[in-house]
């Protein structure tokens, strides 16, 4: 099965900044829809950002639009979520995947992101 790895959380203040890998050592990543995904304490998790494969576009949740920009680096094997001007309700634990879509089954460990003062 396809292992992903997600790094680059941390804790933040509010208005800050941080930027999310997805990274996979034996999988090529340009070839797959990628999503992210979180999941904040209590609840179900949600997806936040894709990927297409194929042209590149991309989609967002309403609740990160103009705020997280995710992105390809093809020749490192790596899809980021850039993350900025980031709020106390963004604190969740992040995940990629090789979907845009529920449900999925293969999660990783995540990285955890947590926006407080």
């Known amino acids: 099965q396809v292992q992903l790895v997600e790094s680059g959380g941390g804790l933040v203040q509010p208005g800050g900044s941080l930027r999310l890998s997805c990274a996979a050592p034996d999988f090529t990543l340009a070839y797959h829809a990628i999503g992210w995904f979180r999941q904040a304490p209590g609840k179900e998790r949600e997806g936040v950002s894709c990927?297409?494969?194929?042209?590149?576009?991309?989609d967002y949740a309403d609740s990160v639009k103009g705020r997280f920009t995710i992105s390809r680096d093809n020749a490192n094997n790596t899809v980021y979520l850039q993350m900025n001007s980031l709020k106390p309700e963004d604190t969740a634990v992040y995940y990629c995947?090789?979907?845009?879509?529920?449900?999925?089954?293969?999660w990783g460990q995540g990285t955890q992101v947590t926006v407080s003062s």
């Open positions: 995947a090789t979907t845009c879509l529920l449900p999925y089954d293969n």
């Open positions: 990927i297409s494969s194929s042209d590149g576009s991309t």
